[in-house]
C-alpha cells in the first residue's frame, strides 16, 4: 500500500478554485495508479477523476469534466485536484486513492490506499 495525506481544501466562494494536493508515501508512487473521489452527506463516495502511473490517461466524471483537471508529479510523489468554477454542489470531502494497477478505473474497489479526506465547502 501506499500512505496518502490530502491537503487544499477549505471553503470559497462559488466560480471560485481550489488546488487539492495530496503527498505520497510507501509503495512506489510512479507504479500506482491515482483517483480523487468525494463524498457529499447523506451520499455515497463518487468517482472524481484518475490518472495512470505515468499520467498519459485520465478520467473524469461527467459533472466535473472541462472544471477539474488532475495531475502528478511522480519525482515528488505528488498527485494533484485542481478544481476551478466551483459549484455548491461540488462540496463534499475528498479523498485521494491510491491503485497497485496501470490505468484508471472509476471504481472505488480497484484503490488499495485512501488518504484521510479534505474538507471542501462552496458557497453560493
Known amino acids: 500500500q501506499v500512505q496518502l495525506v490530502e491537503s487544499g481544501g477549505g471553503l470559497v466562494q462559488a466560480g471560485g478554485s481550489l488546488r487539492l494536493s495530496c503527498a505520497a508515501s510507501?509503495?512506489?508512487?510512479?507504479?500506482?495508479?491515482m483517483g480523487w473521489f468525494r463524498q457529499a452527506p447523506g451520499k455515497e463516495r463518487e468517482f472524481v477523476a484518475g490518472?495512470?502511473?505515468?499520467?498519459?490517461?485520465?478520467d473524469y466524471a461527467d459533472s466535473v469534466k472541462g472544471r477539474f483537471t488532475i495531475s502528478r508529479d511522480n519525482t515528488r510523489n505528488m498527485v494533484a485536484l485542481q478544481m476551478n468554477s466551483l459549484k455548491p454542489e461540488d462540496t463534499a470531502v475528498y479523498y485521494c486513492?491510491?491503485?497497485?494497477?496501470?490505468?484508471?478505473?472509476?471504481?472505488?474497489?480497484?484503490?488499495?490506499?485512501w488518504g484521510q479526506g479534505t474538507q471542501v465547502t462552496v458557497s453560493s
Open positions: 490518472i495512470s502511473w505515468g499520467g498519459g490517461s485520465t
Open positions: 510507501g509503495r512506489t508512487f510512479s507504479r500506482s495508479a
Open positions: 486513492a491510491g491503485g497497485s494497477f496501470g490505468g484508471v478505473s472509476d471504481y472505488a474497489g480497484s484503490y488499495d490506499s
